[in-house]
């Protein structure tokens, strides 16, 4: 059950992500799909409509700790290499070089605020870079998403099944502190999860 540890390495934001906007009941709609396609009835002023989308859209993502940019943590995400600069909502900053299992939100209002927003808590990955990166080598391919950044999309926001993510935190997790959980391991070498 979601709660956070040390109850629970899920936490309830992460879990509530996953089930609202990762679960497709029927191969392909979530919730979130189903209430964006049910705007009519439930009136949705443009704004919350907006932001639905855009966590609907969001995934979960391994970056690199990258260095600061003043107050916000830079990000740059495994295999695209692609970087953001992100407020940490759980106040964690980390240090460079550190690998972070996160869920990014762009900005709701681009003109207002240039950062994405790292909306769960970090997960911090005790693993080594080139070992995910082997890793996304071997789960892209064989899992037939695709070995392109669609492909990349499909398999962090879906996995080979329903459960993977949730499965690799809950066997995976190593200790936590308030603003961050460790994660030790890779989720396909199940001698590497502590809890497999």
């Not at 240090?95 to 605020?113: C, D, F, N, Q, T």
């Amino acid at each position: 059950m979601p709660s956070g540890p040390p109850m629970s390495p899920l936490t309830a934001r992460f879990f509530t992500s996953w089930a609202f906007y990762h679960l497709r009941f029927d191969g392909k709609d979530t919730l979130a799909t189903c209430q964006i396609e049910a705007n009519d009835l439930i009136c949705m002023n443009p704004d919350q409509l907006d932001a639905l989308k855009k966590l609907a859209d969001a995934r979960m993502g391994i970056y690199e700790h990258v260095g600061m940019h003043g107050s916000h943590v830079r990000l740059r995400e495994l295999v695209t290499n692609a970087e953001f600069t992100c407020h940490s909502t759980s106040g964690y900053r980390g240090k460079s070089g550190e690998l972070w299992y996160v869920r990014l939100l762009p900005p709701l209002r681009p003109e207002l605020a240039h950062y994405h927003i790292a909306f769960t808590t970090p997960y911090i990955l005790m693993a080594k870079k080139d070992e995910w990166l082997q890793f996304f080598r071997r789960g892209i391919s064989q899992s037939g998403f695709g070995d392109d950044e669609k492909g990349l999309y499909r398999f962090l926001k879906y996995g080979p099944d329903p459960n993977y993510w949730n499965e690799f935190v809950f066997k995976g997790y190593h200790h936590h502190q308030n603003d961050a959980i460790f994660l030790a391991g890779i989720p396909d070498l199940k001698a590497t999860l502590p809890h497999a």
